[in-house]
């Protein structure tokens, strides 16, 4: 069979199916476990299926392959790392630290970019640019399931933390621009209403695109809103007095849904603490770690960037990584050095009690909502495309099917949002579990197991390298789940701040 009869679908067939297209010359392949012949070095720096240079380039993997520019391609990973993440790493620096808080940033962004560089090398041995259907090479269906089973636990999570910021901050919004400082039950200021509106109206149209890289624009909108929030943060920290005045800390009863005490005369009120350690740092690294992941959509943004070589798709992740280093990095020493200890889970909340009818905070919140409601069709895509390696593997596009799917997604999403009570359990949990697997564990075990050992044996530095790198991970998940349960256990879980 010539590659050149092929068409799109049939090739992404032959990868789901785990053919190796053994029947094609080398010249006409990717580089394939073990093989090291003429051009095999080539064809893995430059493409995974190499055409004849003579020949009109074919079209890979997916119809739509290929046609998003660098800079969207920028804009949708930096999405995708950015979200509801941010407004949780004051509360972080708050239980860390400044200087230990740092530590940690640098560390968990240098990991991420590792792990990515991973997850490129491994799918550029096989060429394959699914996450699901490396980890099928990897160790067969029970990988694939795996993976597929991770990214929608992580990324369902992701989804809902944005509804949570949706869900408590749109009625304040709301509530700002009518005039009114108390809730007395109207319809159109219930959260669980509202987060049902956003997602019918705004993110069921955008999650029903074919092409993830057309929420390039909606993408760069998101991180606009977002750059917005940090200048405010910034602004505020110079705006607002330290010590809080009392008479300008309300007490409504629409922000009293946190159980965080908010107190003016805290001894933490005006001091800024280089290290600290106490019960809520367990929480600390899950929430770094969660603001970080990407991974999911690192490989459905690869398939569509440009021009796809390794190199320019780590060059996308790196860029992209430290725009939101930064980003992570001012927001919270900023949200950090306004409030000091009386900083609480979310940090607009944190903003909303000391004057709720404040102007800029509400453009502020206005702007967050936007980006978190925009981020969240981003995110959806890999756990849409995850469902369908599990339940249609090697099945051609079909509308009924992908818009079925992100029905059920976002209903599933919404359930959660309504009936789970406290948004740092998501960040905690989730971060502890899904986040490890899919920055340490899963980049590096699929590293060692694709990698054929003709061209890196297993006591090679860099297999040794992604063993540890997994290990970490492994230490990570274990040590982050246990201060948790004991958190709980201890009656923690119920003495901190989120919503």
């Given at each position: 069979?010539?590659?050149?009869?092929?068409?799109?679908?049939?090739?992404?067939?032959?990868?789901?199916?785990?053919?190796?297209?053994?029947?094609?010359?080398?010249?006409?392949?990717?580089?394939?476990?073990?093989?090291?012949?003429?051009?095999?070095?080539?064809?893995?720096?430059?493409?995974?299926?190499?055409?004849?240079?003579?020949?009109?380039?074919?079209?890979?993997?997916?119809?739509?392959?290929?046609?998003?520019?660098?800079?969207?391609?920028?804009?949708?990973?930096?999405?995708?790392?950015?979200?509801?993440?941010?407004?949780?790493?004051?509360?972080?620096?708050?239980?860390?630290?400044?200087?230990?808080?740092?530590?940690?940033?640098?560390?968990?962004?240098?990991?991420?970019?590792?792990?990515?560089?991973?997850?490129?090398?491994?799918?550029?041995?096989?060429?394959?640019?699914?996450?699901?259907?490396?980890?099928?090479?990897?160790?067969?269906?029970?990988?694939?399931?795996?993976?597929?089973?991770?990214?929608?636990?992580?990324?369902?999570?992701?989804?809902?933390?944005?509804?949570?910021?949706?869900?408590?901050?749109?009625?304040?919004?709301?509530?700002?621009?009518?005039?009114?400082?108390?809730?007395?039950?109207?319809?159109?200021?219930?959260?669980?209403?509202?987060?049902?509106?956003?997602?019918?109206?705004?993110?069921?149209?955008?999650?029903?695109?074919?092409?993830?890289?057309?929420?390039?624009?909606?993408?760069?909108?998101?991180?606009?809103?977002?750059?917005?929030?940090?200048?405010?943060?910034?602004?505020?920290?110079?705006s607002i007095p330290c010590p809080l005045p009392f008479s300008n800390i309300t007490s409504q009863?629409?922000?009293?849904?946190?159980?965080?005490?908010?107190d003016p005369h805290n001894e933490d009120t005006c001091q800024g603490k280089l290290f600290t350690?106490?019960?809520?740092?367990?929480?600390?690294?899950?929430?770094?770690?969660?603001?970080?992941?990407?991974?999911?959509?690192?490989?459905?943004?690869?398939?569509?960037?440009?021009?796809?070589?390794?190199?320019?798709?780590?060059?996308?992740?790196?860029?992209?990584?430290?725009?939101?280093?930064?980003?992570?990095?001012?927001?919270?020493?900023?949200?950090?050095?306004?409030?000091?200890?009386?900083?609480?889970?979310?940090?607009?909340?944190?903003?909303?009690?000391?004057?709720?009818?404040?102007?800029?905070?509400?453009?502020?919140?206005?702007?967050?909502?936007?980006?978190?409601?925009?981020?969240?069709?981003?995110?959806?895509?890999?756990?849409?495309?995850?469902?369908?390696?599990?339940?249609?593997?090697?099945?051609?596009?079909?509308?009924?099917?992908?818009?079925?799917?992100?029905?059920?997604?976002?209903?599933?999403?919404?359930?959660?949002?309504?009936?789970?009570?406290?948004?740092?359990?998501?960040?905690?949990?989730?971060?502890?579990?899904?986040?490890?697997?899919?920055?340490?564990?899963?980049?590096?075990?699929?590293?060692?197991?694709?990698?054929?050992?003709?061209?890196?044996?297993?006591?090679?530095?860099?297999?040794?390298?992604?063993?540890?790198?997994?290990?970490?991970?492994?230490?990570?998940?274990?040590?982050?789940?246990?201060?948790?349960?004991?958190?709980?256990?201890?009656?923690?879980?119920?003495?901190?701040?989120?919503?």
């Amino acid at each position: 069979m010539e590659l050149e009869k092929l068409s799109p679908s049939e090739s992404l067939d032959m990868m789901a199916n785990g053919n190796h297209m053994s029947d094609l010359s080398p010249e006409k392949i990717t580089l394939e476990d073990g093989y090291e012949g003429p051009g095999a070095e080539e064809a893995e720096c430059e493409e995974f299926i190499p055409h004849k240079t003579t020949t009109k380039k074919q079209t890979q993997f997916t119809d739509f392959e290929g046609k998003t520019s660098f800079g969207m391609s920028v804009f949708n990973l930096s999405n995708a790392i950015m979200g509801s993440g941010i407004l949780g790493l004051a509360y972080a620096m708050s239980n860390t630290g400044i200087v230990l808080f740092i530590i940690l940033l640098v560390f968990i962004a240098i990991l991420s970019a590792y792990s990515i560089h991973l997850l490129l090398k491994s799918a550029g041995v096989v060429g394959i640019r699914a996450y699901e259907q490396l980890g099928y090479r990897a160790f067969g269906p029970p990988g694939k399931v795996l993976a597929a089973i991770i990214i929608t636990m992580h990324n369902i999570g992701a989804m809902s933390s944005y509804l949570f910021i949706v869900k408590y901050e749109l009625p304040l919004v709301i509530m700002s621009f009518l005039g009114k400082t108390e809730f007395k039950g109207e319809w159109f200021l219930n959260g669980n209403y509202l987060i049902i509106l956003v997602s019918i109206l705004v993110i069921l149209p955008l999650a029903l695109m074919k092409q993830l890289g057309y929420l390039g624009y909606t993408s760069g909108f998101s991180l606009t809103c977002m750059v917005f929030f940090l200048i405010s943060v910034i602004y505020k920290k110079y705006s607002i007095p330290c010590p809080l005045p009392f008479s300008n800390i309300t007490s409504q009863n629409w922000t009293t849904n946190s159980s965080h005490h908010f107190d003016p005369h805290n001894e933490d009120t005006c001091q800024g603490k280089l290290f600290t350690i106490n019960s809520q740092t367990a929480y600390t690294i899950p929430i770094l770690a969660f603001a970080f992941v990407c991974h999911p959509e690192v490989l459905p943004i690869y398939t569509e960037l440009r021009s796809a070589t390794k190199k320019r798709m780590q060059n996308v992740a790196n860029i992209s990584i430290m725009a939101m280093f930064i980003m992570y990095l001012l927001t919270a020493v900023f949200g950090y050095l306004t409030f000091y200890g009386n900083v609480e889970a979310e940090l607009l909340h944190t903003y909303s009690k000391v004057n709720p009818l404040d102007k800029l905070i509400l453009c502020v919140r206005l702007a967050v909502l936007v980006a978190v409601t925009l981020t969240v069709p981003v995110v959806l895509f890999p756990i849409r495309r995850a469902v369908q390696q599990l339940l249609f593997p090697g099945k051609e596009f079909h509308w009924v099917r992908h818009i079925i799917i992100a029905i059920c997604l976002l209903f599933v999403v919404n359930l959660l949002v309504i009936f789970v009570p406290n948004i740092r359990d998501i960040f905690g949990v989730i971060g502890a579990t899904s986040a490890p697997s899919l920055i340490f564990i899963l980049p590096g075990i699929f590293y060692i197991r694709i990698v054929p050992t003709e061209r890196e044996p297993l006591n090679s530095r860099s297999k040794i390298q992604a063993a540890c790198f997994a290990t970490v991970g492994f230490i990570f998940m274990i040590m982050s789940l246990s201060f948790i349960i004991v958190d709980w256990v201890n009656g923690g879980g119920n003495s901190a701040g989120g919503h």
